[in-house]
């Protein structure tokens, strides 16, 4: 029988359920969400610290590796992304950011173009965050506590987070309690998006009220593997199911991509849509030309300072012996304890050259001694704890491309992470910033050694060579099929995220944005999965 709903949303994750769940509920739209991983409901999602175990290997994650970077010496590395309903947002650290309002007041201005108003300012997107939050704090002109979004401050808070805490102040950065607040800059504790220490992800807090709901639909292990187009509209998908069997689903309004920005650009581009020459070379005739698909990949880079502890601090045995057993009960019972945490409790923004300027550093205090999987020199079982430091408005850009023609083949990703100059002395400014916050105390007291960066030569140089050795994604791939105004050749979608040369068709995720925000993504692909679906329910009832 042929499958017809009103949207099919291509991708189960942040952005996806979110929008799935509006189009249901405002629009009382049908709707079929295909999901290529796995269902949510599983206890390693819910609880904080599974996110350790997943990032080095889970069927709840796909490991896209990156082609190997010419500017790291050849090194490849990894970028995990969530393969299950809720997508990131199952999987991921929970650490609530916004970014701050000129990251979408950039959006506003570069989109202004041939569109009067682009709708893009921080007026127009601070609805969207506040009207999804449901703060366990805060209540104000910038925070809600009403949303389906749970937003809870850090369950537990492991000793190690508060020095790091008071010896960064003792830098003279300012304490701030809340980093979505009027400003970002300062050294705090981060909110988290749960309550009790149970992942408040997009599936929970979208789909979840939605349950039982005959006009939504979702199927998971369905893998889309193309957009189907016909004259210039689309209609459809196909995609297959866990067994490899093909189906197809069409939409009588609108089909809306939000497979993440890895994936994304490559669905358009295995659908005809992207650079023409590169879609010849792998044997795709092109529907709509737009050399933009997979273009301006951006990404947070993480490095790590790595310190190892004279005694027993930090997150180390929390996950061995009798503390396991007594944590998991606590957690199991209470919902409180170290199982609340994720690991990363506390964290700071700062500019590092100018520390009364706009932060151009994030960084996370982790309790462990946390290196990227594969990362060179890795230090283990020991006590100790790691400071990662993050570009907030990197300049590098990287790529996307097909691998082939064969849906199932992974993207070839290039992020090119520290490759602009300014991303690398940015990068050096901040690790030089927080290397000195080990010497601080309390914080100076617990350090055995510095693992790395090498604490003997802290030369530009040196720590270059170490950014080069180990950085990483902080997990925030975007910006692969951005948003832009009339007339610029590089913008896949216009300011109401519908793909320029294809009638009905979206894209809804990360992909969309001009620029990356400052901070973790999360909760800005929830937004953008509110807005396409505004979007969307106005272009339908004019
Ligand atoms: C390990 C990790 C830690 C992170 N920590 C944080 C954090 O603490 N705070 C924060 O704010 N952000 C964090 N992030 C980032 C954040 O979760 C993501 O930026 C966000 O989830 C991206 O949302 P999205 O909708 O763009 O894509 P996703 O949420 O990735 O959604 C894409 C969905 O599409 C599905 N899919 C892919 N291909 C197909 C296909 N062919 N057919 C059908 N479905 C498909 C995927 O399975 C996925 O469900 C983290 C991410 C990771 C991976």
């Known amino acids: 029988m042929k499958q017809v709903y009103d949207y099919i949303i291509v991708g189960g994750g942040s952005s996806g359920c979110v929008a799935a769940a509006r189009l249901v509920t405002d629009g009382k739209a049908r709707v079929l969400v295909l999901e290529g991983g796995h269902g949510h409901r599983h206890p390693m999602l819910d609880m904080p610290p599974g996110i350790f175990k997943m990032i080095y290997g889970s069927k709840f994650m796909r490991y896209h590796q990156t082609v190997p970077q010419e500017h790291l010496d050849g090194r490849v590395h990894d970028i995990p992304q969530g393969n299950v309903l809720g997508g990131g947002s199952s999987v991921n650290a929970q650490v609530y950011m916004r970014g701050v309002p000129s990251d979408y007041e950039e959006w506003h201005e570069l989109l202004r173009g041939g569109n009067d108003y682009p709708g893009w300012s921080w007026d127009d997107v601070l609805p969207h965050f506040r009207g999804m939050e449901g703060n366990n704090r805060l209540q104000n002109d910038l925070h809600s506590s009403a949303g389906p979004l749970l937003v809870s401050d850090p369950g537990h808070v492991n000793e190690v987070s508060r020095w790091f805490v008071q010896s960064v102040q003792a830098l003279g950065l300012p304490y701030n309690h809340d980093f979505n607040g009027p400003s970002q800059r300062g050294v705090g504790f981060y909110q988290f998006m749960n309550r009790n220490g149970k992942r408040s992800s997009a599936a929970y807090a979208f789909l979840g009220p939605l349950e039982g ?12 593997s193309r957009i189907e187009i016909a004259d210039g509209v689309a209609v459809g998908v196909t995609y297959r199911d866990a067994k490899g069997r093909e189906h197809q689903a069409f939409a009588d309004r609108e089909v809306i991509v939000s497979a993440g920005s890895l994936v994304t650009p ?53 996950g061995e012996g009798w503390r396991m057993l007594a944590n998991g009960l606590q957690f199991k019972i209470f919902g409180s304890g170290p199982i609340t945490s994720a690991g990363v409790e506390a964290g700071a923004f700062v500019n590092p050259v100018d520390p009364d300027g706009t932060p151009s550093i994030q960084a996370f205090c982790v309790p462990i001694v946390y290196l990227d ?12 704890f790691t400071v990662t430091t993050v570009v907030t408005k990197p300049k590098s850009r990287g790529t996307v ?42 914080l100076a007291g617990r350090v055995k050694r510095i693992a790395i960066p090498a604490p003997d030569d802290t030369s530009d140089a040196a720590i270059a060579a170490h950014c080069r050795r180990f950085v990483k994604t902080n997990f925030h791939p975007s910006g692969t ?12 979608l216009d300011a109401r995220l519908r793909v320029r040369g294809i009638e009905h068709l979206r894209v809804c995720d990360l992909s969309a944005m001009p620029n990356i925000n400052s901070g973790n ?14 979007f969307a329910l106005q272009e339908a009832s004019a």
């Open 401 to 442: 491309q097909l691998r082939s023609a064969d849906p199932n083949d992974m993207p070839l990703v290039s992020p090119n992470l520290l490759k602009h100059p300014d991303d690398m002395q940015t990068m050096i400014a901040g690790q030089k910033y927080f290397l000195r916050a080990f010497h601080e105390e309390p």
């Open 521 to 534: 993504t999360n909760a800005p692909a929830m937004m953008l999965g509110s807005r396409c679906a505004e």
């Open 213 to 224: 709901n005959p006009d939504l639909e979702v199927k998971l292990n369905a893998r889309v």
């Open 373 to 384: 999987r594969g990362a060179p020199g890795l230090v283990e079982n020991s006590y100790g």
């Open 481 to 492: 099929c951005r948003m832009g105004p009339d007339g610029d050749k590089m913008a896949v």
């Open 266 to 318: 490559q669905l358009l581009m295995l659908s005809g849509i992207g650079p023409a020459d590169h879609l010849a070379a792998h044997g795709i005739s092109c529907i709509a030309d737009l050399p933009g698909v997979g273009a301006n990949l951006i990404d947070h880079p993480e490095v790590p300072i790595t310190a190892l502890a004279n005694g027993p601090y930090g997150y180390y045995l929390q």
